[in-house]
Every structure is written in structure tokens, then in C-alpha cells.
């Protein structure tokens, strides 16, 4: 059965855990346990065979015999030791056939706790990549702005403050999360700047950066990669097209997910780990910026406006109402086919109240059915110095998410546009579409775009995150490989709202409930595709050298087998004249002998190892005797004492000696 188990390595699973009743600790005290029982009764059985084999030879005349080396070979097995202690009987006795049986024994007998431990004892270890249905809870659709505020954690509850209470909340956690993420991300950069390491290319440029839940980092992917110094070309201006895609954030509380039996870190003493990958949707982030000058934004400022009374008559709280209302359509602009503006594309541009100071930026995120909002920034470097970037969202099915999950934290990842990965988004829901822009996400990032004070520009509020953004607009067309860009600086720093508006949403691009209800009362389970390969304790090697020791399971098996067949073959047990009870017994009553000539004192020595000795019967009298020495002299009936009454005629030991003597001799 062990050898059984270490071939077959199955893995226990939730059977041993640090919080279930089979602790890992009571399992590998077990195996030992059963371990050392089996190296004990293999001890016992090998010691048995050799002794009967021995016992067996002494009795057949035709045989060679046996040797004193021969009989220190219940020595090794037992005692270790005696091998380097008295290796004089292993130099006799060792290159024979029965002396390569034993000195084996003695040396498999010696390793199987530590073969038992390497092979069989549970150990940690990852097993294959499972195929499976992972279920994870959905309670909203993608981008709920009301069910974002209201679980948001905050100590003000709306009993305190029922109309920002949680819009207060949510706008913390929006600075808080994107500021963080920012900061990381521009630390890649100065690192990457000092290594000589920039590129143009926007896929070798360093990733969007995130953190969910204090111990879990974040990692995005730049998608549907274009050539920025082209398109500049194309539309004879500056213009940068970024999208970036971050993971679904909903699959760290899938793979926590009850229903799904995954074990945590925690369960297996903190030392687990486990890898997911999901085949659900990304949110993913566009960001399209151009250059513009002051006279290709005049039909979008309203300042610019012939009978606006220019930037001297402008009042922040009044120019709202100057604007044209919907279904007005703005006037047409130069970048209207880069946006998608105008009646032929079905979105509305964006008004500005002035044109934003050098390092200030404005922003346009309450148009009329508005899916993007807009950042209108001024440089003080570039020529022409303003930039209009618009913001919109939607769900790639160009990507799959990995989770990696450990005590000490875990990442999240996205994988986007690989050909071979056969768990993106795409394989699971082939007719899911790429580029749908998600309208709800509009509504998150209002509140995120005011908490970065991305519209502090309309008082000329100078805030230090606008002016770094300006600092980051291209003066030429293409990236600059020593500096990130503006556009993907926006895109790092909305990559929080990505995650948030994805927690608790559906794992398919669509909201599959009731169209009137964006919102579940009661959470429900949804199913993806995925891969998993996880930590867990299971049986065999962790080490592939290790394997070395299937060699002492096997010979261990293999001998206990044999010596079964050996006694099952041979009828019955004989006298074994090797323990020493029974030795001392028998030389007791033997007759001395000058091959052992000077041995009294310290034992046997030299060519004494090697003297023949054979058990013979005569005259109702059992010995043992050196293959050359004489017979005895008879012995008087009279003569031999009451306790040796048991070796009369018909006796077993006479009936054994009988049976034996005439055999022929045997391989052992």
C-alpha cells in the first residue's frame, strides 16, 4: 500500500487542512508512525528469512555450509553499525549472492523512514491545471454609481448626512486609490528613465498599476496598440489613442467564494498558494487626445463666442445657462472625425467656459447623454498649447484575468490580445463586442474627475495634479520614450474607477437580470470558465531527484514479497540456529574446534570468517560442527542430561535433520 500511494500521489485536498480535523501536522506524525511499523516488520520478516535460509543450509550436506560471516548477516539488519564496527564479516560475506540479499536488506531497511518521508508523508505541492466552472456573486450591473456610494465604508451614514454621505465616501476612496496607483506608476517610470530603459512603443512601456483591498496589486495591459506618430501624420496635429484594460476585479471574491471549495493560504498554514485565471471581460479605458489652437476651439469655448462678452464678462455660475440645450447640435469642429462628433456620429461635443491658464485644466462631464467626459489642458510648452482628451469606457473581449493568491498578498492581471490564451473573454461569448462603451461609467467618473480637481481650472485653481498633467503633453507627434504621456497618465489614474465599477458585477458583458432593476436584492451565483492550479497536500516527491527512492519502496516490496512466497513455498519454519539463543544453545553443546583456535578472547579474525560450519544430528545429539573437523566420539545415552531428552528419535528436531540433510543445495 505505501508503495501503492507514493506511485499514484493523490492529493487529499480538503481533507488535510490547518483548520480541518486531519491537520497537516497530525498526518505527517502518521505516516512516520505507519513508516517506522513497516520498517520494523520488514526488519522482523527479512531477519526471519535469513535465519531460516541459513538454518535450512547448515542442515544439507551437499550444501557449502554456512560461515560465521554468514551469520553476522542478522547484524546488519538489525544493528547498522556492526557493518563499519566488525566490517570484516561483510568483506567475506558480502560479494555472495545471499550477502548481496542481506547487505541490501540492511541498507533499504535503513532508508525507508526517509523514503517514506520523501515519497508518501504529505507535502505541499501544486498540482495540474484543473479545467472548471468557477461561480462568483453578482449583485449589480457594471458602473452603478448608487450601489458604489452606497457600499462604500464610511463611519457617516446617511441618517448623518443623507445626501453626501456617500458621494463623500466615494470621492475619498477616488483620490485615495488613484493618487496611490498614480504615484506607483510614475516610481516605474523614474526607475525606467534612470536604466535607460524608455521606449516609443506602447506595449514595451511600463504598465497601469493598481492595489484592491490593501494586499493585493494590480496590474493593467495596454490594448489595440496603434502607431501615435501616424496617426499624428493622418490628422496633421498631435493625437494619442491609448486604451488600457484592467483586470475584473470581481474574481478576488470568486476564488473566496464558498461554492467553489478553493482552499486559501490560510488553510494550509499560511504557506499556500493558488493560480486562477477567468475567462470574464475586462474593463478596459480609452483615452484620445489631440492638440488643438485657440481658434479650433472657439465653437467648444465659450468665451470664444462672438457675443459671450470674452473672458472679461465670464461668470463661472452663470455661463450654464448660455448654452445651447439639447437637441441642438454644437458647431462643427477640426476633430470632430477624430472624437466622433457631430450628428454623422451621434455624440455631442463638449463646452468649456474659458480657455484654461498654462497648468490648468478643465472639465466637461455633464453633456447630454453623454458616454465620455472631457479634460481641456493647457501647456506652457507646446505649440499649439492646448490638448483635449476624451475619457470613455467599455469591456474587452480581447483579455482574460489571473489571480495569484498567497499568505503574504496576492496580484491581479490582466492578459490581453494574446492569440494563444484560450480563456480570453472571446472563446467563452464569441459574439460579445469589442469597443461598446458603457454608458454607467459616466457616472463614476464625475465624482472621480472633481476628487483629482480636474476642473479646477474654471477658477484657475492651479491644483499640483493638473499641472503635472500638462507637464506630460507630448511636443511632438509619438511618445516620448523618456516620458509618459498624458493620455496614459489619465489612463492610469482612472484605472481605480475600472475596479471599483466592476466589484460585484456580472462576469459576462452584459447585465443578464431584469433591465428596470440594476441592482439584486439578494446576490446571485454566476458561473465562467476558468483554470485553476493550486497548492495542496498530497503524496509523492517535491524534488525530482527524489525519485531515487522509489528504488528502496520497491526493493522493500519486492523482498517482503519474496520472502513471503519463500515461506509459503518451503512448508513451514525450521529451528532458526541463528538468534542467538539458540547459537549460544547450540555451540554450548558442541565440540570445540581448531578452526577457531585463539578466537576465545577477541573473536573471530581473518580466514576464520570464511571455515564452513553444518548442523548435524548423531546419535540423538545436535551440533554444529566445522566442515572439516572430525566427528565426535558417541555419547552414552546414560550420559546426556534431562533437558536434552527433546532431540530423541522422533522428535522434530530429528525429524527435521532428516528431511534436510539428504536436499540438494540451493542458490541461497
Known sequence: MWLLIAIVKPRYGQRITSN???????????????????????????????????????????????????????????????MITHWESVRYAALSFLGTVALTGAFMAMLYTTASDALVSPKLKFGGTQ????????????????????????PITTADDPTYAGSTCIAIEHAGQAYHNYMQYLSVWTDSIASGNGSADLSLRPNAVGMIYDNTTVQGSWINVVNMTDLSIQYN????????????????????????????????????????????PSPAVNVMCASMSDTELAPLVYTLWPDSGGPAAFNVSSFGAQLPVYPSWPNKTAVDDIFGFGPKYGRRAPYFGKLPLPYNTLLNATGWFADSIYV????????????????????????????????????LSSRCDDNNDRLAYRNSQPKAPSGKIERNWHDIAFPWATALALGEGITDGDASNARLLTQLIPGTSGLDPSLPSIAEALAVLSGCTLLISAQDAPFIHYWNYSTTVPTLADPQPQAFNATLRTQDYSSGGVQHWQGIFYVVLLAVFVTNCFCLGYFMVRGGLVTDFIEPQNLFALSLNSPSSVRLAGSCGAGPEGEQFRSNWFINFDNDHVYIQNGDDPAPRPVSKRKISRPMQFESEGSPIANMYSKLSNKRASLL
Open 376 to 411: 481641456l489642458l493647457t501647456s506652457a510648452t507646446t505649440d499649439p498649447p492646448y490638448m483635449l482628451c476624451s475619457m470613455s469606457v467599455s469591456q474587452s473581449p480581447n483579455c482574460s484575468t489571473e489571480y495569484y493568491a498567497s499568505m503574504g498578498g496576492g496580484s
Open 131 to 154: 479545467d472548471l466552472l468557477i461561480y462568483g456573486q453578482v449583485a449589480t450591473e457594471f458602473g452603478n454609481e448608487k450601489y458604489v456610494e452606497d457600499n462604500c465604508q464610511t
Open 237 to 280: 496635429r498631435t493625437v494619442l489613442n491609448v486604451s488600457m484594460a484592467m483586470p475584473h476585479s470581481g474574481v478576488f471574491a470568486a476564488a473566496r467564494d464558498p461554492l467553489n471549495s478553493i482552499m486559501q493560504p490560510q488553510d494550509l498554514n499560511g504557506l499556500g498558494e493558488y493560480y486562477l485565471e477567468a475567462s470574464v
Open 20 to 82: 480541518g480535523k486531519f491537520p497537516p501536522g497530525t498526518a505527517s506524525l502518521l505516516c512516520a508512525a505507519f513508516a517506522k511499523t513497516i520498517e520494523l516488520s520488514f526488519v522482523t520478516v527479512f531477519v526471519a528469512f535469513l535465519g531460516q535460509v541459513l538454518s535450512r543450509r547448515a542442515f544439507i550436506k551437499q550444501s557449502r555450509g554456512i560461515t560465521i560471516a554468514e551469520m553476522s548477516m542478522r547484524s546488519w539488519v538489525m544493528q547498522p553499525g556492526t
